[in-house]
C-alpha cells in the first residue's frame, strides 16, 4: 500500500532535492577583497563587492543528478508491490546522493585552493538537505526491510 511509512520518507527525499535544486548549496566570501562565491546546484557565482557577477560556470551536473535522485525517490513510492525491488533503487539511490555529496565537496574545495581562502566557506540549506535526503532514504530502507520481515513471518505461519 502506498500510505507505508517508507513512502513518507521516500517523499521526503524528494522534497529535499526539489530545495537542493532551489537553494544555495555553497557561499565563501573573500574577506581581503570582499568577493563572494555562491553555489547552487545550477551555477558557481563569483560576486564581487558592488553586486556583480565577475564570473558564472554551469554545475549542470549536480542540477541533473539530484533531479534524478528525486524522480527515483519518487518511482520507488509506486514500486510497493516489489519490495525487493525497492530496496534496490533506494540503494542505487543512496549511492547517487553520496556521489553529490562528494562533487559538491570536490568542487568547492577546489576553489577554495585556488582562491587561497583561510577557511572553507558556509554549506547552506541547499547543501544540508541532500544529507537530510540520505538519512530519509536509510530510514526508508528499514521500514522495507521491516514489512519484508513481516511477509515472512506470515507466510510461516501459514
Known amino acids: 500500500m502506498i500510505q507505508r511509512l517508507q513512502s513518507i520518507f521516500l517523499f521526503l527525499v524528494a522534497v529535499a532535492m526539489g530545495l537542493t535544486l532551489g537553494l544555495d548549496l555553497w557561499v565563501q566570501q573573500v574577506a581581503d577583497s570582499g568577493e563572494i562565491w555562491k553555489m547552487n546546484a545550477l551555477f558557481m557565482n563569483q560576486i564581487d563587492a558592488s553586486g556583480e557577477v565577475l564570473q558564472s560556470s554551469s554545475n549542470w551536473y549536480i542540477a541533473a543528478l539530484a533531479s534524478f535522485v528525486g ?12 519490495l525487493g525491488r525497492q ?3 533506494n540503494m542505487v539511490n543512496s549511492l547517487f546522493m553520496v ?10 574545495s577546489g576553489v577554495n585552493s585556488e582562491i587561497s581562502a583561510a577557511d572553507n566557506g558556509t554549506y547552506e540549506i541547499g547543501f544540508w538537505a541532500i544529507l537530510v535526503a540520505m538519512v530519509c532514504n536509510m530510514l526508508a530502507n528499514r521500514f522495507i526491510r521491516k514489512d519484508v520481515a513481516l511477509l515472512k513471518s506470515v507466510d510461516r505461519i501459514r
Not at 525517490?73 to 510497493?80: E, G, L, R
Open 71 to 82: 524522480l527515483m525517490a519518487i518511482i520507488s513510492i509506486f514500486q510497493y508491490r516489489n
Open 87 to 89: 530496496m534496490m533503487l
Open 99 to 108: 556521489g553529490l555529496v562528494a562533487i559538491v565537496f570536490l568542487i568547492t
